[in-house]
């Protein structure tokens, strides 16, 4: 008798696919469907999710399997007093975890890489312990020694109301929980992605004021347009052209593009080999970020003097915003090691 073969592709995934696999799929196409880079008609974005979960499943149960080497630790094993406190940081970081996943998801305009970090963090951290030979490592009381402080700044930003501060207490917890729950060799191992988390924290577009990216942004943009033939005036981030002027916002400093570039850019930069090559991918976060958002201020000017200013308030100005973070991101990318970086994620 032969082996009948799943009657659908969708039947053939499922059958194979592993609850890791599933639930892993169940976070891109949250990811994908609650992210601003989807549209907010609640349909689109779910088919849109959906086709990102079933790549990803075909994607990962046609690669190899290969043998799960890592050290486990039951989860018996770990004591009730870390249980408690792991349910008093889960109760304390509630509100502020809300109110970061509707800062992440908000507005293409900022912070738009956040959902993106735990994501990296959580492939990052399994094929690291995927690959540790196992280890006899006993939950450690130091991670006290970060959990406390970082319980004290979210107990305080309860008070004053910043989530900011509430936020950055929860990344300085995190090596803590590690510490509590496996121990100080993984956690030495999970030194990366746990570093990542500085990246969940949302900042302001007020930022971009007060480092002068707009004014810098203008002034950059000012002179490209004088000698494509329009004689551009700045006075501070106003663009005056003899028949129009354009205000570069803050929205439209790059300071969005710069902290997502500083964030994969650190990632990249730290899974490189070669010291050269990361100090290179490190060195050029910075200059791809501004000339990238340059570029695109400009060619939104070209495109609202010579075509029509009204496609300025259509969606493509937001897309133009996503597009340069995704150059900057690809061109990061060409410079950095990529088979270290295919190791680490996949």
């Known amino acids: 008798m032969t082996e009948t073969k799943a009657s659908n592709p969708l039947q053939a995934i499922t059958s194979r696919a592993t609850l890791k696999d599933l639930g892993l799929a ?9 992210g601003p880079l989807t549209p907010a008609a609640r349909i689109p974005s779910a088919i849109a999710g959906a086709g990102g979960a079933l790549f990803f499943l075909y994607w990962r149960l046609s690669r190899p399997t290969r043998p799960d080497t890592a050290s486990k630790v039951s989860a018996w094993e770990v004591p009730l007093a870390v249980w408690l406190c792991l349910g008093l940081f889960a109760a304390a970081a509630a509100p502020t975890l809300v109110w970061m996943y509707a800062e992440w998801t908000g507005s293409v305009w900022h912070n738009t890489h956040g959902m993106l970090i735990p994501v990296l963090m959580i492939m990052l951290g399994r094929n690291i312990l995927k ?13 006290f020694a970060f959990l406390v402080p970082g319980l004290a700044l979210m107990l305080l930003d309860a008070a004053a109301g910043t989530k900011y ?6 990344v300085i917890c995190l090596p803590g929980l590690s510490l509590l729950t496996l121990g100080p060799t993984r956690t030495r191992a999970l030194a990366l992605p746990l570093s990542l988390g500085i990246f969940m924290v949302p900042l302001p577009n007020a930022f971009a004021s007060q480092i002068y990216l ?15 033939g329009l004689p551009t ?14 205000l570069v916002a803050n929205s439209c400093s790059g300071f969005s593009t710069l902290y997502s570039g500083v964030a994969m850019g650190v990632l990249l930069g730290t899974l490189c080999h070669s010291p050269r090559r990361r ?26 003097v010579y075509i029509d200013e009204s496609l300025l308030d259509t969606g493509a100005h937001a897309a133009s915003g996503v597009l340069t973070f995704f150059c900057v991101l690809a061109a990061l990318i060409q410079i950095a090691d990529r ?4 190791r680490a994620l996949l």
């Open 26 to 34: 169940a976070l891109i196409a949250l990811l994908i469907a609650e």
């Open 165 to 170: 501060v509430s936020a950055l207490g929860i």
């Open 279 to 304: 100090l290179l991918v490190y060195l050029s976060i910075v200059p791809l970020a501004l000339a990238a958002n340059i570029a695109r201020v400009a060619l939104l000017v070209l495109i609202a």
């Open 214 to 228: 707009r004014t810098l942004t203008a002034e950059a943009v000012a002179p490209i347009l004088t000698a494509l």
């Open 131 to 143: 690959r540790m030979r196992p280890v006899e490592d006993e939950p450690s009381i130091w991670g």
């Open 233 to 246: 005036f700045v006075q501070d981030s106003l663009l005056e052209l003899p028949h129009a002027s354009f």
């Open 339 to 342: 088979p270290p970086l295919a």
